[in-house]
């Protein structure tokens, strides 16, 4: 199910709000008319993807689930698609984020980030960050973030790789599933 809104603070956001976010990037007007309930956020949605401009929507189990499975952001200015995926206690876990690379707007997933919460804590305590950076000739590095001891580690992957697997197509309104796609299998051979 896809509710047109934005996951702020742990909470699914009124969609007037997340409209009037919108506007602000966009320097357009919707908020009032979704407030007053003229427009839905789905409609102000669907006209900024159709004129290039930001926009964002949460992808939720079912219409009583307390957090989305995740949530994205869509940037068409910067050229941009962020994937947050949330876990059982409302935190991000995993970022995919997305940039277009090439003309017909197909998209490279360039970055990922993973975060490994203090087990048994469901606070936003961190054990560590995972940044992976992959570029389209095959190559990655990655950097292991461990903030509670103020260190990182780098690595570099050292072949190259099928990366095939991290192109999407740009999605049409509504058609995300290849956006919002968990497991990559370039991404498990990696991480294991």
Known sequence: MIKYTDYFRKKVREEYLAVGCWDTWNNTKFEKK???GKLTSEEVAKYNHEHLLGYEFCVLHSEK?????????????????????????GRTYLKYLFDEVKEDRTLFLEE?????????????????????AFDQDGNYAARKYIDSKGKYEDYEGNQKLDFSGLYEKYPEFGQYEGIIQLERQVLNDIIS
């Open 34 to 36: 979704v407030e007053k």
């Open 112 to 132: 990922v980030w993973f975060t490994q919460y203090i087990a048994g804590n469901s606070s936003e305590d961190e054990e560590y960050r995972m940044h992976f």
């Open 65 to 89: 689930s307390l957090y989305p499975y995740c949530y994205v952001t869509i940037v068409p200015r910067n050229k941009h698609v962020g994937v947050h995926f949330i876990d059982n206690e």
